[in-house]
Nanobody, 124 residues
Framework: QVQLVETGGGLVEAGGSLRLSCSAS????????MGWFRQAPGKEREFVVA????????FYPESVKGRFTISRDNVKNTVYLQMNSLKVEDTAVYYC?????????????????WGQGTQVTVSS
């Protein structure tokens, strides 16, 4: 059983930055995919970005490309989401997720493990 814990959320003004961290228990195998999703009240869970644990590939949708950066530290078993130039529409609960089968997917139902989420609120 994989345990994921997100930290780093908070309140920030538009244009500001936050860095989220997701710490995973045990050793994450190189075939795993680590992703970030977000969900605002009344909306579907939305894909943000993902990275292959091997580091060989990443995927950024246009909504976050150029503003968000995903990275991982396989010594610390941690994945990070650096969020810059935040917008009000980025406000959501952000979830870290793990997918045990390659390849990267944007569908939340394809992911096997989830953290509890961390709230990101962007004020205007």
């Amino acid at each position: 059983q994989v345990q994921l814990v997100e930290t780093g959320g908070g309140l920030v003004e538009a244009g500001g930055s936050l860095r989220l961290s997701c710490s995973a228990s045990g050793r994450i195998e190189s075939r795993y995919v680590m992703g970030w999703f977000r969900q605002a009240p009344g909306k579907e869970r939305e894909f943000v970005v993902a990275i292959a644990w091997s580091g060989i590939s990443t995927f950024y949708p246009e909504s976050v490309k150029g503003r968000f950066t995903i990275s991982r530290d396989n010594v610390k078993n941690t994945v990070y989401l650096q969020m810059n130039s935040l917008k009000v529409e980025d406000t959501a609960v952000y979830y870290c997720a793990a997918k045990v089968v390659w390849p990267i997917s944007t569908d939340y139902s394809d992911y096997d493990y989830w953290g509890q989420g961390t709230q990101v609120t962007v004020s205007s």
